[in-house]
């Protein structure tokens, strides 16, 4: 679990303000989801048979002998809140919800076992142009940061229950052939989840699959028919993207149209943000029949891509700096006057003391554009030094009530 010092966290703040913002924009609404969960409900949903399931869990007792798993993601979450509160059935909603999850992973650069996501949960839509907006919305995302550059869209469709279940027969079939030069993990697989060894990253078992049959062969006339709408939609937006059939993602509830957005900048983890339809859903935890599809982005991988770039979020504008009882008193003070007239202006008081030279040294590190410097005689008087720290000039003294205009004059402020 990393710690996220404060540029790191300046950059998670901006990446969630663009997000915040786009999402508004679409009409999506936040929710808040608890962090702890039935360990029950993440093994119903997110499948048995999936990694996350089987060994990378947060599970523990609580003193009530309940078992509760930390969540690893924010689909079962939002279904069952969904579902409790009556917002499912015949409905439609668009959800998005962000913050910590966790897994137990073996964490290296951008996979680690706390990380932050932001995710949408859309319900009551069965067409392929809810998919579409949602790969509009997180394109727009991208453009914003600044990083649309770097990724590409791959998608694929899995298709219903049945056609994944024809199609996991036949390549299981066709695995067990070569089952002597399977790796371990894969062969762990042919039984459970054959379909997540589509997506191993051995390149002797990718070449053994080179040959193996394709979901799309296998698609029912409905899926197909939802898909061929979806690339119709995107080709209008002339928004591009890859059909990659080896996309299966590794959570078990989806069902037609799955995608992700993937970067060659981060090395192995490069998938930074994926999602798809989970039609199924609502009415597997016992809710009635409702269509449902969404998707999550990972900051932490975001903000990798970000940072070499990132210019700094708010800059100091204004040091208050202050020699004597009286000066260090005032200074707190005509800074609270400062917030009072103007709150978007940063200021930063001097505390602990220190001589007027040290205090301006700091000033400068601050990044501030303007010192304000009171002395005993400042005091006295009703006034302020100011001095620009940017620009060679004379210090001025002004009077203290006429602060807050001349700052407004003084600071350009976006
Ligand atoms: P996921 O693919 O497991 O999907 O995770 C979504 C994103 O979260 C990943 O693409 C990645 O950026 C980030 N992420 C996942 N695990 C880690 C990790 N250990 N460290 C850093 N980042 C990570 C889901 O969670 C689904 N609930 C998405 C969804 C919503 N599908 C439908 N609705």
Known sequence: M?????????????????????????GYQEIGLPVIESTHLFSRVVGENTDIVEKEMYSFDDRNGESLT??????????????????????????????????????????????????????GMPGPDIDVELMFMTSRLWQ?????????????????????????????????????????????RLDSNPLRILDSKVEKT?????????????LDPDS????????????????????NPRIVRGLDYYNKTVFEWITDSLGAQGTVCGGGRYDGLVEQIGGKSTPGVGFAMGLDRLALMLEPNFGGGRQTDVYVAAVGDNARERALLLAEDIRDL???????????????????????????SLALILGEDEVANGQVTVKHLRESGEQKLISSDGIGKYLTENLQKE
Request: contains cysteine; aromatic residues 10%.
């Open 2 to 26: 990393q710690d996220l010092l404060p540029r790191q966290k300046e950059v998670f703040r901006f990446i969630e303000d663009k997000a915040r913002a786009v999402l508004y924009s679409y």
């Open 70 to 123: 930390l969540r690893p993601e924010g689909t079962a979450g939002t279904v069952r809140l969904a579902e409790e509160n009556g917002l499912t059935f015949n409905q439609i909603q668009r959800f998005w919800y962000a913050g910590p999850f966790f897994r137990y992973e073996r964490p290296q650069k951008g996979r680690y076992r706390q990380f932050e996501q932001i995710g949408v949960e859309c319900f």
């Open 144 to 188: 914003e940061l600044g990083i649309s550059g770097d990724l590409r869209l791959e998608l694929n469709s899995l298709g219903t229950a049945e056609s994944r279940a024809r199609y996991r027969t036949a390549l299981r079939d066709y695995l067990s052939a070569v089952k002597g030069e399977l790796d371990e993990d894969s062969l762990r």
């Open 206 to 218: 990718q070449d053994l699959l080179k040959g193996a049959p394709l979901l799309g062969e296998f």
């Open 224 to 243: 197909t028919e939802h898909f061929e709408q979806l690339c119709r939609l995107m080709d209008k937006r002339q928004l591009p993207y890859v059909v």
């Open 342 to 368: 103007s709150p978007s202006i940063t200021v930063l008081v001097n505390c602990g003391g220190g001589k007027f030279k040290s205090q301006l040294k700091k000033a400068d590190a601050s990044g501030a």
